[in-house]
């Protein structure tokens, strides 16, 4: 078991858990630092996604039922350790760690407002990883302007009847269910938006279609067309007109989520680059004994160090029951871009080597860079911030 304490850079948020969650976060080091580890960058360099059988195994270190309830195996971990965990698995693959992160957003919600049939249907399949969640929101059309989506459910016998095309599914070529946001028709028109939970089984009334990301296929991106697919009864989340207001309840513990993953990640590249550039020989002496080499790693340390301050102070805020808008908006804006920003120097200080399949670098770049359109991109973010700003800055 590795050491307690052996990476500062997480020991202010693991100071928040208990010694059950941090022995959970340091069996989730344990697990992603080995085989897991070499099998991302496998599957990044053969063009290809993180083969499939990871899944059963996040299942049986306990990472997808990390927030259930006890009663239905999970551990009822904080949001902090949530976050952890996910750190642990973004150090190593920043896309694994997202997919984890839909799949666990989605045991989590059944597990804590599933109705007892959405619970006997769904639940411990997807603890064991056997059903894998995602959500679906966003549409080719666009995925910033949630409100005009157009999928509709149609209300028949039993049921409802899905159709149209959801785009951008994390997970997507993947999943055995996703929690769906369509627009339910009423006899005045269009009709408002509700959100069910649509199991795909082996049914003929959808197909999957791979979104193509070069560098980044282990988001397992998918668009999924339903044709008057039947969604029971049981399924409904929201009813029409409710849909909007409770997806977007978590989309700022989402964006801090994310957030935390990117400062791990730039921490994981920053690391490697230190290691390297301390091994290397240029002139007579070290890479990092050169002066201007050395102050441009600085660089990097200090804005990470920056941007892990401000995912923490928002982090805290969201473990002790808050829900900073503002904040959480600055953290992801924040540290999305110092990761880019980050990683792209680190390539860039190891010479033509940062960019070879000899290091994980090009993998961390081509994945992080995604992370700036999920859960909100710059623009969305920066109007959030924008409008709150009366409010986080009065006179
Ligand atoms: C890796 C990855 C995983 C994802 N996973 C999921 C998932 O599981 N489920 C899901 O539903 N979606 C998912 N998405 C989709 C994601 O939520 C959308 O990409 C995002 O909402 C932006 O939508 P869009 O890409 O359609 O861009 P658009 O909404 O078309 O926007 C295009 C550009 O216009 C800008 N823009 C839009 N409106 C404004 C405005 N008012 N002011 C200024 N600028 C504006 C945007 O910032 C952007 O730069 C994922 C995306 C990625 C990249």
Redesign the pocket.
């Known amino acids: 078991m590795p050491s307690r304490s052996s990476i500062n850079f997480f020991q202010q948020y693991d100071r928040l858990l208990s010694n059950e969650e941090l022995d959970q976060v340091l069996r989730a080091r344990e697990f992603c630092e080995r085989a897991f580890s070499r099998s991302v960058l496998g599957a990044h360099l053969a063009g290809e996604a993180i083969p499939a059988e990871w899944i059963g195994k996040w299942a049986a270190t306990g990472m997808l039922g990390l927030q259930a309830q006890r009663a239905h195996g999970g551990l009822e971990a904080s949001y902090v350790c949530k976050i952890r965990v996910a750190q642990e698995m973004a150090r190593h693959g920043f896309a694994a760690a ?1 997919c984890l992160n ?1 799949h666990q957003g989605g045991v989590t919600r059944l597990s804590q407002t599933g109705t007892p049939a959405q619970i006997e249907h769904l639940l411990a399949p997807a603890v064991r990883g056997e059903l894998l969640l ?5 549409e080719l059309s ?4 949630v409100s005009a989506l157009t999928a509709s459910a149609t209300p028949v016998a039993g049921g409802w009847s899905l159709s149209g095309t ?5 997970n ?1 070529m993947v999943v055995g269910g996703l929690i769906v946001l369509a627009r339910v028709p009423d006899a005045a028109g269009a009709g408002e938006i509700a959100s069910f939970y649509v199991s795909l089984g082996e049914a003929d009334t959808f197909h999957r279609k791979e979104i193509m ?1 070069p560098g ?1 296929r282990s ?1 397992r ?1 998918a668009e999924i067309t339903f044709s008057e697919h039947f969604i029971p009864e049981w399924a409904l989340i929201a009813a029409p007109g409710a849909a909007l207001k409770t997806s977007m309840a978590s989309v700022n513990a989402a964006r801090v989520h994310v957030a935390a993953m990117c400062v791990a990640t730039l921490h994981s590249a920053l690391s490697e680059a230190v290691a390297y550039c301390g091994g290397r020989h240029a002139f007579g002496k070290p890479l990092v004994a050169h002066q201007g080499l050395r102050w441009e790693l600085a660089e990097v340390s200090v804005r990470l160090e920056a941007a892990n301050a401000l995912v923490f102070s928002a982090a805290e805020q969201i473990q002790m029951g808050g829900n900073p808008m503002g904040l959480a908006a600055q953290a992801k804006k924040f540290a999305v871009d110092t990761a880019i920003w980050g990683i792209d120097q680190c390539i860039r200080i190891l010479g033509a080597t940062g960019a070879s399949a000899a290091h994980r670098l090009n993998m961390h770049y081509a994945e992080v860079r ?1 992370a700036a ?8 973010l920066l ?1 959030r911030i924008g409008r709150g700003l009366p409010s986080s800055y009065p006179t």
């Open positions: 997202f839909h995602t959500t679906a929101m966003s666009g995925g910033s302007d959801k785009a951008w599914l994390t997507g990301l980044a988001f991106l995604m359109y999920a859960d909100g991109t710059n623009e969305m109007d």
